[in-house]
Nanobody, 122 residues
Framework: VQLQASGGGLVQAGGSLRLSCAAS????????TGWFRQAPGKEREFVAS????????YYADSVKGRFTTSRDSDKNTVYLQMSSLKTEDTAVYYC????????????????WGQGTLVTVSS
């Protein structure tokens, strides 16, 4: 599976962005999809995930109520809608897919996209 994350950019605090994660080589079928982010000097952290079966979503406490992940199976794309952005949301955002394991653990994920930079200015 090859993943392509896109949609990052520069936005003012309080603004919104939508990230996309497109899969090629195969579909998302059977894979849970996760979003992670890594700020400079920090470890990669879990942001959100969506399960393949049932579409259940999970969010980190830091983004709950502000971010929403969803998928469009016809377009083979998963989205991360980010609203009310804060300067602390600045990071490189990655999408990844997993067959099993904890949705919030990076080691559970089998394939990763290249990352897209989100910069939130004050």
């Amino acid at each position: 599976v090859q993943l392509q994350a896109s949609g990052g950019g520069l936005v003012q605090a309080g603004g919104s962005l939508r990230l996309s994660c497109a899969a090629s080589g195969r579909t998302f079928s059977g894979y849970g999809t996760g979003w992670f982010r890594q700020a400079p000097g920090k470890e990669r952290e879990f942001v959100a995930s969506i399960a393949w079966s049932g579409g259940r979503t999970y969010y980190a406490d830091s983004v709950k109520g502000r971010f929403t992940t969803s998928r469009d199976s016809d377009k083979n794309t998963v989205y991360l809608q980010m609203s009310s952005l804060k300067t602390e949301d600045t990071a490189v955002y990655y999408c990844a897919v997993r067959r099993s394991g904890s949705h919030s653990y990076t080691g559970s994920y089998d394939y990763w996209g290249q990352g897209t930079l989100v910069t939130v200015s004050s």
